[in-house]
């Protein structure tokens, strides 16, 4: 099996630099897939209250550590503050919740999911104004939402935490603000949206990156489509440069992409429900780009966003949208 690779926190703790991704499955799907990946040997796994899967989650993982088939301690799991919960008073109640449908103690990151708040309405569904905008709270301070977050390391209920989806002012205005600084920052990150600024700033604060949707999310043409946004997505998995590599290594594109990610030192967090591909997107340790390789992929970025949140419509009017 391949080796497994680790990315060192500035908490000391490790993150395994290759996780699964779950977005966009339902209960039955990730079920068998949560398996599936276990049995694949994945170990970190990504996912958050929005996805409504934490509770099929926590019952794989439930047979599997009381079966004593995997070690907790072997486990990383990820999962996210929610755009509802970014009020301070809501954070560990929140995350309670999540371990609740874990059936976990502690998840070993918690992550802001989202620098702007929405609100809910009575039936716990996002508020929406009658055109079926989302209803945004625009009173969102990051700061004191953080002090909440550092609370759950000392309660031991989350082992690092960190940031998703905040750019590079929102983090340096954390940054400052705070007592301890966020391990992780998640962020969308492929060929085609690369942020060497971004990436530079966190190397040098020592924030580890992991990339989200590093095969340029396929499911993303889906969601815009249900709320109108009709919009031309790019197949990463067709580009030429990053085909010829492939061939070069008889390794697939998506692996090249994935392989890409990890030479330059970030964790990434593929999705794949399809048992062929979840064992092709962990087999990426035993072929390395050359520089020329490397480079010539670096030139293909064009800032172009897939998760721009166009599904979420009404939340870039909120005064901490980030994009
Ligand atoms: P992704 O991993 O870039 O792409 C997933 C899509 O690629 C699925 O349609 C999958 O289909 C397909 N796929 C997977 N492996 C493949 C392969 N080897 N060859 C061809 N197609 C392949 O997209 P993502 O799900 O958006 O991102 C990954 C994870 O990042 C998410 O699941 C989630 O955990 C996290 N994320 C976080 C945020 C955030 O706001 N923090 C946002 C987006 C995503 P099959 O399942 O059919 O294989």
């Given at each position: 099996?391949s080796?497994?690779k680790?990315?060192?926190?500035?908490?000391?703790l490790?993150?395994?630099?290759?996780?699964?991704?779950?977005?966009?499955?339902?209960?039955?799907?990730?079920?068998?897939?949560?398996?599936?990946?276990l049995?694949?040997?994945?170990?970190?796994?990504?996912?958050?209250?929005v996805?409504?899967n934490?509770?099929?989650?926590?019952?794989v993982?439930q047979?599997?550590?009381?079966?004593?088939?995997v070690?907790?301690?072997?486990?990383?799991?990820?999962?996210?503050?929610?755009?509802?919960?970014?009020?301070?008073?809501?954070?560990?109640?929140?995350?309670?919740?999540?371990?609740?449908?874990?059936?976990?103690?502690?998840?070993d990151?918690y992550?802001?999911?989202?620098?702007?708040?929405?609100?809910?309405?009575?039936n716990?569904?996002f508020k929406?104004?009658?055109?079926?905008?989302?209803?945004?709270?625009?009173?969102t301070?990051?700061?004191?939402?953080?002090?909440?977050?550092?609370?759950?390391?000392?309660?031991?209920?989350?082992?690092?935490?960190g940031?998703s989806?905040?750019?590079?002012?929102?983090?340096?205005?954390?940054?400052?603000?705070c007592?301890?600084?966020?391990?992780?920052?998640?962020?969308?990150?492929?060929?085609?949206?690369?942020?060497?600024?971004?990436?530079?700033?966190?190397?040098?604060?020592?924030?580890?990156v992991?990339?989200?949707s590093?095969?340029g999310?396929?499911?993303?043409?889906?969601?815009n489509?249900?709320?109108?946004?009709e919009?031309?997505?790019?197949?990463?998995l067709?580009?030429?440069?990053v085909?010829?590599?492939?061939?070069?290594?008889h390794?697939?594109?998506?692996?090249?992409?994935?392989r890409?990610?990890?030479?330059?030192?970030l964790?990434?967090?593929?999705?794949?429900?399809?048992?062929?591909?979840?064992?092709?997107?962990?087999?990426?340790?035993?072929?390395?780009?050359?520089p020329?390789?490397i480079e010539?992929?670096?030139?293909?970025?064009?800032?172009?966003?897939?998760?721009?949140?166009?599904?979420?419509k009404g939340?870039?009017?909120h005064?901490?949208?980030?994009?």
């Amino acid at each position: 099996m391949s080796e497994q690779k680790y990315l060192h926190l500035n908490n000391g703790l490790k993150m395994p630099i290759l996780g699964y991704g779950t977005w966009m499955a339902s209960e039955e799907e990730i079920t068998v897939a949560v398996n599936e990946a276990l049995e694949i040997g994945y170990r970190h796994i990504d996912t958050a209250p929005v996805y409504l899967n934490e509770k099929a989650i926590g019952n794989v993982l439930q047979e599997w550590l009381s079966a004593g088939k995997v070690k907790r301690s072997s486990l990383f799991v990820t999962t996210k503050l929610p755009p509802p919960g970014n009020k301070p008073d809501l954070v560990e109640s929140t995350l309670r919740k999540s371990l609740a449908d874990l059936q976990l103690d502690y998840v070993d990151l918690y992550l802001i999911h989202t620098p702007f708040t929405v609100m809910l309405d009575e039936n716990g569904e996002f508020k929406r104004y009658e055109d079926g905008t989302i209803m945004v709270d625009p009173s969102t301070d990051h700061a004191a939402i953080w002090k909440e977050m550092e609370g759950l390391l000392a309660k031991g209920l989350a082992k690092s935490i960190g940031i998703s989806n905040f750019n590079l002012q929102q983090i340096e205005r954390l940054r400052k603000h705070c007592t301890i600084q966020p391990q992780v920052l998640q962020i969308e990150y492929h060929i085609y949206l690369q942020q060497p600024e971004l990436i530079e700033y966190c190397k040098a604060s020592d924030i580890a990156v992991t990339a989200y949707s590093p095969l340029g999310s396929k499911g993303v043409g889906a969601l815009n489509k249900m709320v109108g946004v009709e919009r031309e997505l790019p197949d990463l998995l067709e580009v030429p440069e990053v085909k010829q590599i492939a061939k070069k290594y008889h390794k697939s594109a998506a692996q090249v992409l994935l392989r890409w990610i990890v030479e330059k030192g970030l964790s990434v967090i593929p999705k794949s429900t399809n048992s062929k591909r979840m064992r092709e997107n962990k087999d990426i340790f035993d072929f390395k780009l050359s520089p020329e390789e490397i480079e010539q992929l670096n030139k293909l970025d064009a800032n172009v966003r897939v998760v721009d949140f166009a599904f979420f419509k009404g939340v870039e009017k909120h005064p901490e949208f980030p994009f």
